[in-house]
């Protein structure tokens, strides 16, 4: 709204959950392979092991390479991102965060100086001395992770700051210390994960067996934390975010890809390395890794979902529209309130145009048009510009955790206008179930957990019901009104009836 | 001109004092310039001594080579800080001019990613690489000029809010750089002298370190880094004038009497630039050269300290007709603040103590200091000084004498 929208043609989503995975992959790991080396250092000390000693000189190298380089500038590459596709919330956490990221970044300076010095002296230091560099290493890494939860918990909970603005509300927020405890764990996790993955390809058959099973400890002793301190972390949020744990389809399918890796991940590591180190090899190791990112992954994906339709909950919602100006907003119009659109008013010449510009600022952070993750066309197959309108001025009531449409009504149909434009013309089914999908099931389930019909509908005839569809709008004003044809809504009754007569009762409201 | 296109300032008052902030931002910004003219400058000098071939011009090549990835980090951290400065006090027009020329600005990540890599494969496998160093040598110093070039026209944008609205309109693609403005490559150009300069202050260094043990190499690397300093000085005079006229009418009266502060910077930054050269070509001929180089490095930090100072009083001055960055609202966070400026000091004396313990450690094992600190990859430190099968040997017996779990 304030500002301009970088048009990203394959979804400027992509571009933050891509760079913003691939950093938290490596950056957990710059954390915990911290700990795993000055624990291992001091094993291979206490045991007098140079093979432990060798093959450690060899995992700083590899540690050096991937977090200085890739995990430090994929962090600097999330920060450019967000400016670009979200600055309005980058620039509201910049204003409340500057201090705390300020002492992240001394804690920054002090960890790239000290995993430098540490991976360049191991002839030169007394050991004694390297591994104290290596403990300040792991200590100021793991200090920039308890700076950066402060922020990254905001944003999912932030709690009483709505209220009070104040700076230890915000970032000791309600999930900051559940969000830590995770994090940790699974910066552990990753410690062993990544030392079984260099370890694969040592030739040392001893070593490996040894510093395998070790290593296997650090992956599915931490994992046991996990599911206490993620049910925790779940119970920080507040009610609306946490009935997207069960209506938003997307949490669905990542949670199930979650639980599906994350088990797997666990049961492979304590099975097949932790009872059977000697089977440790790069065919293994590789696919607990490419497991263990389908996790963290998944994770942040769901982490990103459950935020919606906020950036900051309850502040800045997604699209960059503070919450607090969205009457103001909705009373001017988009248009009047944004100075970046090249129309200031709405014509039937250049309605689509408008719409397409609307389009790009409320809705592309999330979207795409016409084709692509998560585009709109397709799901507005058969529908008509009046029904489509109606969806748009009720996205805050849709299933996915959407913002409400902060435009007026004008405004609303140029929206419409143009997602009907981008929709395929395909021909499409009036059997009653796929008109359910495809006009009620945006913003409700028949007996499910999202705002289910069956109770209310239960017992009502198909006739009866064919009426109420009819009329639907004037009994309810959250309803947009019914614009298909009648075969659709005898479709549509014919199968409401049935459904309700077979859903479990109880099951709504 | 439609100044209704700049975005409103953020609802949060700034939590510091605006002339903490500048300061930060000035402070960190300048140590930000003097280690990014040794990787942009050192990448570059390193192409060129490769490609002259003789064997003491590959032996500074290599010597900047291996500085390459032990600077780099340093300039990535101390260019993160201003940034996060600069995004608190100029967040509207920042963000507005990076979406613009989103793509390229974007694009720099993974430049900086490759260009980063690309430095360990030159500093670690300098002796593999043969003749292809002084090609990939320029490949880095390319790809770290792209850098600085998109930072120029980002810089070079923020102060022109009256035409983001036109651009934005005409390509919302992210896709712009901001050559229109004729300010560009003299600014770019500026930068990039300057890193020469100082790299050529920095062989200059690492030259007389060698004369009490090869004092005729010695003397020539330092003669040759003054050389690249003083051409380089002498050049950015120039494109500095060119920098001059080539501002709008306002921007150049800033220094000609226009502000104080930037009149000031300007006049003791041309006469410390002077005296800087005078003193490093009195050192050529020095039998003690040491003294007139550090007189030239204290003149020349002194330079870039005025240099940004009057960078950031341009930009101020370009921004006048619809920014006033000292007018925003503040308030504060004084628990925050003085937690950062502690934990600052903390971290610079833990900073100092691992210097320290590297450099002492160094010294004992007869390997100089500098060696391990400026430049040598793990190679070097002797990361595989033990192969598998040495420890082996060493612990007296097979892999099979052990059994997992002892």
């Known amino acids: 709204m304030n500002y301009p929208v970088w048009h990203v043609a394959f979804g400027s989503e992509w571009l933050i959950a891509v760079i913003a995975t691939l950093h938290v992959f490596v950056s957990h790991f710059a954390v915990g392979g911290g700990l795993f080396l000055v624990a291992a250092e001091a094993r291979a000390n206490r045991h007098y092991d140079p093979a432990l000693s060798d093959w450690l000189r060899r995992h700083t190298k590899f540690f050096l390479l991937l977090t200085l380089v890739f995990g430090a500038v994929t962090g600097v590459g999330i920060w450019f991102t967000i400016g670009l596709i979200s600055p309005e919330a980058t620039s509201n956490l910049i204003h409340i965060f500057v201090w705390a990221w300020a002492i992240e970044w001394v804690f920054f300076l002090v960890e790239i100086l000290a995993i430098i010095v540490y991976a360049y002296s191991w002839d030169l230091l007394p050991k004694r001395t390297h591994w104290i560099v290596g403990w300040i290493y792991f200590a100021a890494a793991y200090m920039s992770l308890v700076v950066i939860d402060g922020i990254l918990s905001f944003q999912l909970t932030p709690g009483k700051w709505l209220n009070t603005h104040a ?76 009935t997207l744990l069960r209506t938003n389809l997307f949490v669905e399918h990542f949670t199930r890809l979650q639980f599906l890796s994350s088990g797997l991940l666990v049961l492979l590591t304590f099975g097949l390395v932790w009872l059977k180190p000697r089977w440790l090899s790069r065919w293994l190791a590789v696919p607990l890794m490419v497991l263990a990112f389908a996790a963290m992954a998944s994770t942040e994906w769901i982490r990103e979902d459950l935020r919606e339709p906020y950036l900051i909950s309850g502040y800045t919602y997604i699209n960059q529209v503070p919450v607090r100006q969205v009457e103001a907003i909705r009373q001017r119009g988009v248009l009047a309130s944004s100075p970046w659109f090249r129309e200031k008013a709405i014509t039937p010449e250049n309605e689509a145009a408008v719409g397409q510009e609307l389009f790009w600022t409320l809705c592309s952070n999330c979207h795409l048009a016409k084709k692509g993750f998560n585009a709109i066309g397709p799901k507005l197959v058969g529908l008509d510009h009046a029904f489509v309108t109606g969806l748009v001025a009720r996205t805050d009531l849709m299933r996915a955790g959407m913002p409400p449409f902060v435009g007026n009504a004008e405004e609303a149909k140029a929206l419409a206008r143009f997602l009907v434009d981008s929709a395929p013309k395909n021909p499409v089914s009036n059997d009653g179930q796929a008109v359910w999908k495809r006009r009620c099931a945006q913003c409700h389930s028949v007996s499910g957990p999202f705002r289910p019909v069956a109770k209310a509908l239960s017992g009502t005839s198909a006739a009866d019901l064919a009426d109420l569809i009819s009329g639907i709008d004037s009994m309810n004003d959250k309803m947009p009104a019914w614009t298909g044809n009648d075969i659709e809504r005898k479709a549509l009754a014919e199968y409401l009836a049935a459904a309700c007569a077979a859903a479990p009762q109880g099951g709504g409201k | 001109m439609n100044p209704a296109a700049i975005p409103p300032l953020d609802a949060m008052p700034v939590p510091a004092p605006i002339w903490l902030l500048k300061g930060l931002l000035w402070v960190t910004f300048a140590i930000h310039l003097v280690l990014m003219n040794l990787t942009l400058g050192g990448s570059l000098l390193s192409a060129v001594y490769a490609f002259k071939g003789k064997e003491r011009d590959l032996d500074v090549s290599r010597k900047l080579a291996k500085t390459l990835p032990f600077a780099m980090p340093f300039t990535i951290t101390f260019g993160v ?191 410390a630039a002077l005296a800087a050269l005078m003193v490093a070509l009195l050192g050529i001929n020095s039998l003690r050269p040491m003294p007139k180089l550090m007189g030239a490095v204290h003149f020349l ?78 190679m070097d430190s002797g990361l595989h000084r033990l192969s598998a099968v040495d420890s082996q040997a060493l612990r007296g017996g097979g892999p099979e004498s052990r059994t997992p779990g002892s």
Not at chain 1, 195 to 212: M, Q, V
Not at chain 2, 239 to 255: D, I
Not at chain 2, 343 to 364: D, H, I, N, Q, T
């Open chain 1, 167 to 242: 700076l230890l509300d915000g970032f000791f927020n309600p999930g900051y210390l559940p969000s830590l405890i995770v994090r940790s764990l699974v910066c552990i996790m990753l410690g062993g994960l990544y030392t079984l993955l260099t370890l694969s390809w040592s030739k040392d058959r001893t070593l490996k067996a040894e510093l395998g099973r070790y290593a296997a400890y650090w992956v599915w002793l931490p994992a046991l934390g996990l599911p206490p301190a993620i049910w925790w972390l779940l119970r920080t949020l507040p009610d609306y975010q946490r």
């Open chain 2, 301 to 378: 930090t002194l330079t870039i300290v005025c240099m940004v100072l009057m960078r950031d009083a341009l930009r101020d001055q370009l921004l006048k007709p619809f920014y006033n960055v000292w007018s925003q609202p503040t308030e504060p966070q004084s628990v925050a603040i003085g937690l950062f400026l502690v934990l600052f000091v903390l971290g610079l004396a833990v900073c100092v103590w691992l210097l320290r313990a590297a450099r002492k450690a160094a010294k004992e094992k007869g390997t100089r200091g500098e060696d391990v600190l400026l430049g040598p990859g793990l």
């Open chain 2, 81 to 271: 800080a201003p940034l996060l400065f600069v995004q608190v006090l100029y967040g509207p027009l920042f963000y507005s001019a990076t979406i613009l020329m989103a793509t390229p600005f974007l694009a720099v990540i993974a430049d900086l990613i490759v260009a980063y890599y690309l430095m360990y494969l030159l500093g670690w496998k300098w002796k593999s690489l043969g003749r292809l160093q002084g090609y990939l040598a320029t490949l880095v110093f390319l790809m770290l000029g792209y850098v600085g070039f998109t930072f120029s026209n980002v810089y070079t944008l923020l102060t022109s809010p009256d035409r983001f609205r036109a651009l934005y309109l005409a390509d919302p693609t992210g896709m712009h750089f901001n050559l229109a403005d004729g300010t560009v490559i003299p600014r770019f150009l500026h930068m990039l002298l300057a890193a020469v300069a100082v790299t050529g202050l920095y062989i200059a260094y690492l030259g007389q370190r060698r004369l009490k043990l090869e004092p005729e190499l010695g003397r020539w690397q330092f003669k040759s880094g003054i050389t690249w300093f003083a051409g380089a000085t002498v050049a950015n005079f120039g494109v500095g004038v060119w920098w001059l006229v080539a501002l709008p009418r306002e921007g150049m009266l800033t220094f000609m009497g226009g502000s104080g502060l930037a009149t000031g910077a300007f006049a003791i930054g041309l006469v």
